[in-house]
């Protein structure tokens, strides 16, 4: 069975400052790797997402992952963050077109001014 | 605009009455999901369809059932809701392919409440 691990349940970082919120993967096979946000009171949305070819993957508002297959990790990353970055991100897994996403649990991101 | 809709986005119903909570996509999307997000638990799939009259269960499909009679629609039905089915749900889309696996496009949510 497939599974995915967000180990925080939130991150804290100040504004400017370089945030990263970790993601750990088991499958059997290759992985498909996304990143969705959900702001409060509204759906997920799409952030970016890892196929296949170059580990790292840029996507949406300046956000970056790199996938690490021997750590079997999709950590998300941010170069500076801003306070409008706070909201909740999920990692999720599937291992073809047609098999089901796997969620994380979500980790909350606070970045104060 | 491409969107999910869902109806209704809140709901207070009591245990035992039958309920369906509706999603349409506007994208000619082959595939289509609905989940549930509980504090702690992030979210779980319920059932999902990969077209027209095929369906299949997710992870959490106990006290659901779903229909796909239409590409566009997507219906969730509680039959005899409880209060453990007190949830957020969202229905939510994609394009679909075996080589090519699409990110799905999420609806506002359904807050559901059962006393």
């Known amino acids: 069975a497939q599974s995915v691990a967000q180990p925080e349940d939130q991150v804290n970082v100040a504004e400017g400052n370089p945030l990263t919120v970790k993601c750990t993967y088991s499958?059997?096979?290759?992985?498909?790797l996304f990143w969705y946000v959900q702001y409060p009171n509204r759906g997920l949305q799409f952030l970016l997402k890892?196929?296949?070819?170059?580990?790292l993957v840029k996507g949406s508002y300046g956000f970056e992952a790199e996938f690490n297959k021997s750590q079997t990790s999709f950590h998300l990353k941010k170069p500076s963050a801003l306070v409008s970055d706070s909201a909740l991100y999920f990692c999720?897994?599937?291992?073809?077109?047609?098999?089901?996403?796997?969620f994380g649990k979500g980790t909350m991101l606070l970045v104060s001014p | 605009e491409a969107q999910v809709t869902q109806n209704p986005r809140y709901l207070i119903t009591v245990t035992g009455k039958k309920l369906t909570v509706t999603c349409s996509q506007n994208?000619?999307?082959?595939?289509m999901s609905w989940y549930r997000q509980d504090p702690g638990l992030g979210l779980r799939q319920i059932y999902y369809?990969?077209?027209?009259?095929?369906?299949d269960k997710g992870d959490v499909p106990e006290g659901y059932k779903v229909s796909r009679k239409e590409k566009r629609n997507f219906p969730l039905i509680l039959e005899s809701p409880s209060p453990n089915q007190t949830s957020l749900y969202f229905c939510?889309?994609?394009?679909?392919?075996?080589?090519?696996?699409?990110?799905?496009?999420f609806g506002p949510g359904t807050r559901l409440t059962v006393t």
């Open positions: 939510a889309s994609s394009r679909q392919g075996q080589g090519a696996p699409y990110e799905q496009y």
């Open positions: 499958v059997s096979g290759n992985p498909y």
């Open positions: 890892y196929i296949t070819g170059d580990n």
């Open positions: 999720a897994v599937r291992v073809s077109g047609y098999s089901t996403l796997t």
């Open positions: 994208m000619n999307h082959e595939y």
């Open positions: 369809s990969m077209n027209v009259e095929v369906t």
